[in-house]
């Protein structure tokens, strides 16, 4: 899987969210957007605790820090979406996850702290 993240687009943008609805209404918005169904993922775990989660985020291409950062959110519920985008489209994804509440991190080629 985390080969096919990384060959598909140049920039992976993740975003945690709190609360699930505020999630759905950033993919909402994306898709409105333009942005492709197959270049947008929610990861979640809806109740207990998610084994290896640190790992998964590791393996979609995340830092150690944000994995490590993000699997503290995910333990208390938090929703992780994931969103491909060209360098064109990469400041709008970023824009509309923290619109709707996001945490937002770029991943691959791009600096962190935007």
């Keep these: 899987m985390s080969a096919e993240w990384r060959s598909k687009s140049p920039s992976l943008i993740t975003g945690i969210f709190c609360e699930p609805f505020c999630a759905a209404s950033a993919i909402a918005a994306l898709l409105r957007s333009g942005f492709a ?3 947008i ?7 207990g605790h998610a084994p290896a989660v ?4 590791l393996g979609v291409g995340l830092s150690s820090h ?3 950062f993000y ?3 995910f333990d208390d519920g938090a929703v992780l979406l994931m969103v491909h985008a ?4 990469r400041k709008i994804a970023i824009e509309l ?3 709707y509440g996001g945490v937002c991190a ?4 791009d600096t962190q702290g935007e």
């Design 54 to 57: 640190r790992e998964f985020f």
């Design 66 to 68: 944000l994995a490590a």
């Design 71 to 73: 699997s503290d959110w």
């Design 97 to 99: 996850l923290k619109h």
């Design 86 to 89: 060209n360098p064109a489209c």
């Design 41 to 47: 993922s929610a990861v979640g775990v809806l109740e």
């Design 106 to 109: 770029p991943v691959a080629n």
């Design 37 to 39: 169904d197959a270049d």
